[in-house]
């Protein structure tokens, strides 16, 4: 069933407010804000990379804040092992079976904090969990619920101590983005509140994950445009296609950035998606999909140049909406 006009004005109230409880943590970013709730909202994953110092913590706690539900932060380190992210199952002598015990990865929203500085190994222990919310320890699976987000945080891979995302990881991941320094004025504000070091434990849920759960699926029942999808695959495509690549959109990344595109209309109080929620999107969603030849990397070739002259080469479908 089709979202109607009335719940799309609902949505757009109740994502405003999110967005608006989350900014009282996270100053000058109402953009940065918008595109993490809308990953949630698609039940996706985010990826935030930006140097250290810039907030990206701050984001992932103040959702958490934000969402009356349980949260997790892991750290991660060289040393961490998948274990200590999924659990593990121990033997109890009392009951005489084994029992499973939870990893932090069963919460809500989980924080992984840097990401980027454990070992692939340990990566990829989020591999199964953020693609079917579950983990399969010993033969058995764990459910996690819903929702589930991650927010992972890593430092530019510059940065010395860290490893690569492989691709596979990456890919899980509906988008990456990075906060950025403040403006000016956004800086004196953030200086002006020096005092309070941790400004997310003083927000108040707005929204509880039942609540969650029910705009995410309300977000899934925007209605798209088969010509819209014919242009989302058709982009995709030439990605692949471009000389400069060695691996571009898969399609999970083209379904994902249909899902981003739904909620992100309803955040904007539209029952159906335009072609340029598409244009708007597809730089966070797509971009860390990307895989350059190393030839065309070096003369130049980027993401971000690819993208822009596929989206100038296809032509957008004209944007009309749903039959009442």
Do not use: C
């Not at 970013?29 to 913590?57: F, S």
């Amino acid at each position: 069933m089709t979202m109607t006009p009335e719940q799309a004005i609902w949505f757009a109230d109740s994502f405003s407010r999110l967005a608006d409880n989350v900014s009282k943590a996270v100053l000058g970013k109402t953009e940065v804000v918008r595109l993490a709730l809308t990953t949630m909202l698609a039940e996706g994953h985010l990826l935030l990379e930006d140097a250290p110092g810039t907030g990206k913590t701050s984001l992932a706690k103040a959702i958490a804040a934000t969402v009356q539900g349980t949260h997790n932060r892991i750290q991660f380190t060289p040393d961490l092992l998948p274990s200590d992210v999924t659990g593990i199952t121990i033997y109890d002598q009392k009951a005489g079976k084994f029992e499973f015990h939870r990893g932090p990865v069963f919460a809500s929203i989980v924080l992984a904090d840097e990401i980027n500085r454990a070992s692939p190994k340990t990566q990829s222990a989020l591999l199964e969990v953020m693609e079917e919310s579950r983990v399969t320890v010993d033969g058995v699976g764990h459910e996690v619920g819903r929702p589930f987000l991650v927010i992972a945080t890593q430092n530019p891979i510059e940065q010395a101590g860290t490893y690569k995302l492989p691709e596979a990881q990456l890919d899980r991941f509906m988008m990456k983005t990075s906060i950025g320094y403040p403006d000016l004025v956004a800086a004196e504000q953030i200086l002006a509140g020096v005092s309070d070091r941790n400004p997310s434990a003083s927000l108040s849920a707005v929204i509880t994950t039942t609540a969650v759960a029910d705009m995410a699926t309300l977000g899934a029942s925007v209605h798209v445009d088969n010509a819209i999808l014919r242009y989302v695959a058709q982009l995709a495509e030439d990605t692949r296609n471009a000389p400069e690549t060695r691996l571009g959109v898969s399609v999970r990344g083209s379904m994902s950035l249909i899902r981003a595109a739904k909620v992100w209309a309803a955040a904007q109080g539209r029952n159906f998606v335009l072609p340029d929620d598409i244009k708007q999107l597809a730089a966070p969603v797509w971009l860390h999909r990307f895989v350059l030849d190393a030839e065309a990397e070096f003369a130049g070739a980027t993401p971000e140049k690819i993208l822009a002259r596929v989206l100038a080469d296809v032509a957008a479908p004209q944007s009309r909406q749903p039959a009442a």
